[in-house]
């Protein structure tokens, strides 16, 4: 079996570093105006942005468990 080192920290440190990197642009976003909130079209574009990281945060986490034990 492998080791926490050669699976789950790789995946810490790429949605964690990652992430950071996400949360800096998404807060340029809303500071800069760059997005409406008042639009329908720019709400349903932030919620594609926040609901996509964790999208892949989740099947990447499924699948290194598949991995594991499968």
């Known amino acids: 079996m492998l080791s926490f080192f050669d699976t789950w920290l790789p995946f810490i440190y790429l949605y964690a570093g990652g992430g950071f990197f996400f949360l800096i642009g998404i807060i340029l976003i809303r ?9 329908k079209r720019d709400r ?21 468990l598949a991995a594991l034990y499968f």
Request: charged share 15%.
């Open 31 to 39: 500071k800069t105006k760059a997005i409406d909130m008042r639009l």
């Open 44 to 64: 349903f574009w932030w919620k594609v942005l926040i609901f996509g990281f964790f999208y892949f945060v989740a099947i990447h986490a499924v699948v290194i």
